[in-house]
């Protein structure tokens, strides 16, 4: 049980490029999330989908995009890298809040994802 | 709208003192609380979470916190810190209801001094 894992975990980028991160979890869990951290910022959502086929935007949604095309997988693209998007990205899952009680509403974290946009 | 304060954004102490990390919270309904522990170079680890019943809660690794409804407070206490507490610490609020999320506090640094 691997729980959630992050493809890649670093990446360089030059302003204007285009790349996917994948995020990848083996926990049957319904929702997931997609995070940024930065220094002195905590965790802030990106976007998050509670189904297979379904996003919804979160906190800081702009320059990003998102695909949940498959139940364990939730894809985060940035069409065009912009040195603002440097940061450490998070990747979470969790049971349905309320359907499975309380313990539901924990979120299970990947490693992280560090890219520098240059 | 929910949102968590956590004052100051580093705490040192000596090996074996009190660890106190606090962290405030708001809230338009009853909450569940979160703290969530970060190793350099790692994701979050869930610490303790609270969702109802008893306010003192206890997590991993000998840390523990109490809801205090009337402060709208979760402090994280560690009665003797040890080196490997050395960890960014984040606490967290959710609401109950469907699609609910996660709102973070912005983290606290933890030093420990040998």
């Known amino acids: 049980n691997a729980g959630v894992t992050q493809t890649p975990k670093f990446r360089v980028l030059k302003t204007g490029q285009s790349m996917t991160l994948l995020c990848a979890q083996d926990?049957?869990?319904?929702?997931m999330y997609w995070y940024r951290q930065d220094p002195g910022m905590g965790l802030r959502l990106i976007h998050y989908?509670?189904?297979?086929?379904?996003?919804a935007k979160g906190e800081v949604p702009d320059g990003y995009n998102v695909s949940r095309l498959k139940k364990q997988n939730f894809l985060l693209g940035l069409e065009s890298a912009a040195p603002s998007q440097t940061s450490v990205y998070f990747c979470?899952?969790?049971?349905?809040?309320?359907?499975?009680?309380?313990?539901?509403?924990?979120?299970?974290f990947g490693p992280g994802t560090r890219l520098t946009v240059t | 709208a929910q949102s968590v304060t956590q004052l100051g954004s580093h705490v040192s102490v000596s090996e074996g003192a009190l660890v106190l990390l606090r962290c405030n919270y708001s809230?338009?309904?009853?909450?569940?609380l979160f703290w969530y522990v970060q190793y350099p170079n790692q994701g979050l680890q869930l610490l303790l979470k609270?969702?109802?019943?008893?306010?003192l809660v206890k997590g991993i690794n000998g840390f523990e916190a109490e809801f205090k409804k009337s402060e709208t407070s979760f402090h994280l206490t560690k009665p003797s810190a040890h080196m490997s507490d050395a960890a960014e610490y984040f606490c967290?609020?959710?609401?109950?209801?469907?699609?609910?999320?996660?709102?973070f506090g912005k983290g606290i640094t933890l030093s420990v001094r040998p």
């Open positions: 979470a899952s969790s049971t349905t809040p309320g359907l499975a009680g309380v313990g539901s509403y924990e979120q299970y």
């Open positions: 926990m049957n869990h319904e929702y």
């Open positions: 989908s509670v189904g297979e086929g379904t996003t």
């Open positions: 809230s338009s309904v009853p909450p569940y």
């Open positions: 609270y969702t109802t019943g008893a306010t």
């Open positions: 967290a609020v959710s609401d109950t209801g469907a699609n609910s999320k996660l709102t």
